[in-house]
T-cell receptor, first 109, second 115 residues
C-alpha cells in the first residue's frame, strides 16, 4: 500500500528559528514529490521534486529529495509568524497524489 | 493568473439529500481531480478524470459518488445520498498534462456539512 509519512506532526518554534520538516514515502510508481502549504483552505504549491540531490529554493524555503532513501526535507530559515501553517507532502504515484498527514507548524512571535 | 474555482464555498445539507459540488478547472488543463479532507485529517484522493472518463478512483469513491464534465468547462462531483461522514472539505484540482513536470492546481474548496 502506498504511504507518505510526515514528521513531526506538529512543531512550535520562535520567530527567527530554522525548521526542518520531514517526509518519507513508499509508493509503487514514484513520479514526483510535492510540498504544499495549507493555511485556511486549499493547499498552495511550494515545490515539486523529481531528481535526487537537487535543491529547490524559494526565498527562505528550500527542499531536497533523496530517492535512494525515499525521503524529502523542507527547510524554512528565519521563520516568521506568517509561516504558521500545515505543510503537506504529497507523492505523485500512478497519476494520483498520495498525501501525508501534514506537519502543523506554529511560529511564536 | 488562471485559477481553479469551486462553488459553493460552503454547503449545508440534510442527510440523505443529493449534493453537487462544482468546479471550473483552468481552461487548458486536461486532467481533473477531486480530493477530500475531513476536518483534522489528511487529504484523500477520490477520483481522477481525463478525456471524459474516470481514469482512477479510490475506495472512498463508491456508488454514491459520480463525476461529470457536462459542458467542457465545469467539472462536478455528485453525492447521491449524503451521509454524516461525508462532511469534509472537498477540493478540485487540475493539471495541464500528465507529464512528470506538472503540479496540480487546487481550488479553494467546498466545505460540505451534512446534518
Amino acid at each position: 500500500e502506498d504511504k507518505v509519512v510526515q514528521s513531526p506532526l506538529s512543531l512550535v518554534v520562535h520567530e527567527g528559528d530554522t525548521v526542518t520538516l520531514n517526509c518519507s514515502y513508499e509508493v509503487t510508481n514514484f513520479r514526483s514529490l510535492l510540498w504544499y502549504k495549507q493555511e485556511k483552505k486549499a493547499p498552495t504549491f511550494l515545490f515539486m521534486l523529481t531528481s535526487s540531490g537537487i535543491e529547490k529554493k524559494s526565498g527562505r524555503l528550500s527542499s531536497i529529495l533523496d530517492k535512494k532513501e525515499l525521503f524529502s526535507i523542507l527547510n524554512i530559515t528565519a521563520t516568521q509568524t506568517g509561516d504558521s501553517a500545515v505543510y503537506l507532502c504529497a507523492v505523485d504515484s500512478n497519476y494520483q497524489l498520495i498525501w501525508g498527514a501534514g506537519t502543523k507548524l506554529i511560529i511564536k512571535p | 493568473e488562471p485559477e481553479v474555482t469551486q462553488t459553493p464555498s460552503h454547503q449545508v445539507t440534510q442527510m440523505g439529500q443529493e449534493v453537487i459540488l462544482r468546479c471550473v478547472p483552468i481552461s487548458n488543463h486536461l486532467y481533473f481531480y477531486w480530493y477530500r479532507q475531513i476536518l483534522g485529517q489528511k487529504v484523500e484522493f477520490l477520483v481522477s478524470f481525463y478525456n471524459n472518463e474516470i481514469s482512477e478512483k479510490s475506495e472512498i469513491f463508491d456508488d454514491q459518488f459520480s463525476v461529470e464534465r457536462p459542458d467542457g468547462s465545469n467539472f462536478t462531483l455528485k453525492i447521491r445520498s449524503t451521509k454524516l461522514e461525508d462532511s469534509a472539505m472537498y477540493f478540485c484540482a487540475s493539471r495541464p498534462g500528465q507529464g512528470v513536470f506538472t503540479e496540480a492546481f487546487f481550488g479553494q474548496g467546498t466545505r460540505l456539512t451534512v446534518v
